[in-house]
């Protein structure tokens, strides 16, 4: 590229910044960003005259601010801005276009087949120009030729964004809505300082990407596999309390793929202890030490593949300090989902040798807050085959599963969890049995001999091919 075209591009890129107000909602706030005057014909792409390093010194410094507050390279959202806005203009009208977008999501994000009425555009559309196609369909954002001035409401386009979001990505997944979508609809709430169009770029991109993660289980399998990569097991086993003295305790539990966080609730005077039983992962992520918490209600959703409302579970961030009995644990929410785990921080109990005793006395009655949530899991893998995995039932039988009953199953390895879930329902006389694939949300009923014969599961006394 010669310096006639380098200082083209240069241009070209300022005037489509400043006109679609793309970075701040006003020309004046734009001014007070980049510390000069751009009214009067003195726009962005006139500084610095003929200069092309003062224009690219410009360009950068923005570029440099985006990055730093959304992790997006302005030159490639300026790309794929000015590329889908061709894609409008051969599209040109689209009786239906809100579906025709729905389908394209769910097509490049939720692995759909293509529909009829995205087969002829699949050619022209690529992934990275699909959150601008959508906002420029909903009209968030103005075409690269609109001459609109000033933004009049920010916070109407970020709505319309998030109801059609809503509508889209909150379908096939393993929880009953989008936790981004919960976060977005906060932020409106509290009316945040940093709404502009570039956030609304980033937000529908991550929102977008959210999604693919969680919109089909060989997704969820590939994001659980990238994140047990990350997965620790600090030495959290004793008694930990938030206050002390305390007659509110915790105990946390090492187990084969996380831990049990037991809370209990101690009564003297009735002569009972009251425990809830919540599962715990923890994990080193670049950002620091992240915690994720499950309830102990999940269970039945998961065996029932039935989507999990966002109450059930919670990513937090975690800070660790100190060691042994001065050891500590501060947990913050990462989202308003999360806030139903009301815990903020544990320590190590002084009283740990009292507490442990308490939980052995037998004058004290256990009682389970969740009586109709209580389960077991253990791990139970013994053989892997071309066509079949094993799991130990007792001393001399097996589970012979099909890997035919899924195509995930072929991904199974010696170091998955995979295991038998006894589900102990407290008006049920018996556990209800489960072959649980954990790290594939996948759960298959083997209670009886029919529900067996279902999912052609077989009971073997021997491995074989």
């Not at 954002?141 to 319309?160: E, H, T, W």
């Amino acid at each position: 590229m010669n310096d006639t075209d380098k200082m083209k591009w240069a241009c070209d890129r300022l005037r489509l910044i400043e006109r679609t107000r793309l970075l701040k909602n006003t020309a004046k706030e734009l001014e007070q960003l980049v510390g000069f005057s751009i009214g009067s014909g003195n726009g962005l792409a006139r500084k610095g005259g003929r200069s092309l390093f003062v224009k690219d010194a410009i360009f950068r410094e923005l570029a440099h601010i985006v990055s730093e507050q959304t992790g997006l390279d302005l030159e490639e959202v300026l790309e794929a801005y000015i590329a889908a806005d061709r894609i409008c203009e051969r599209l040109g009208k689209v009786t239906d276009p809100e579906t025709l977008f729905r389908n394209l999501i769910w097509h490049f994000y939720g692995d759909n087949e293509p529909t009829d009425d995205i087969v002829p555009i699949l050619d022209r559309v690529e992934m990275r120009q699909l959150p601008i196609l959508i906002l420029l369909l909903l009209k968030a954002l103005p075409r690269p030729s609109a001459k609109g001035g000033d933004v009049c409401d920010i916070a109407a386009d970020y709505s319309k964004v998030l109801t059609f979001l809503s509508e889209t990505v909150n379908k096939n997944i393993l929880m009953q809505k989008l936790p981004l979508l919960t976060q977005l609809e906060d932020e409106l709430r509290r009316e945040p300082t940093q709404m502009c169009r570039i956030h609304l770029i980033y937000i529908t991109n991550q929102i977008l990407n959210s999604y693919g993660a969680l919109s089909t289980r060989e997704r969820i399998c590939f994001s659980n596999k990238e994140l047990a990569d990350s997965q620790i097991e600090p030495m959290f086993d004793g008694i930990w309390v938030e206050d002390e003295p305390a007659t509110l305790f915790w105990r946390l539990e090492s187990i084969a793929n996380g831990y049990h966080l037991y809370r209990y609730e101690w009564d003297s005077s009735a002569g009972v202890l009251h425990f809830t039983k919540y599962f715990m992962k923890f994990y080193q992520l670049e950002s620091g030490i992240m915690a994720l918490a499950i309830s102990p209600a999940a269970i039945r959703y998961l065996i029932s593949d039935k989507p999990m409302p966002n109450n059930m579970f919670a990513y937090l961030d975690c800070e660790i300090k100190g060691e042994g009995r001065e050891q500590s644990i501060k947990f913050s929410p990462q989202s308003v989902d999360a806030q139903w785990f009301r815990l903020s921080g544990l320590h190590r109990s002084a009283q740990e040798d009292f507490f442990c005793r308490l939980l052995e006395d037998e004058r004290y009655e256990l009682i389970d807050n969740y009586p109709d949530d209580a389960y077991d899991f253990t791990l139970s893998l013994v053989a892997i085959t071309r066509d079949h995995i094993y799991l130990s039932k007792d001393e001399t039988h097996y589970y012979k599963v099909p890997k035919s009953l899924h195509s995930l199953l072929d991904e199974v390895s010696f170091s998955s969890n995979v295991g038998v879930l006894a589900f102990r329902n407290a008006t049920c006389n018996e556990p209800s049995r489960y072959i649980a694939f954990d790290d594939f949300n996948l759960y298959y009923d083997v209670s009886t001999p029919e529900m067996m014969d279902r999912h052609q599961i077989e009971l073997s006394d021997c491995i074989s091919e």
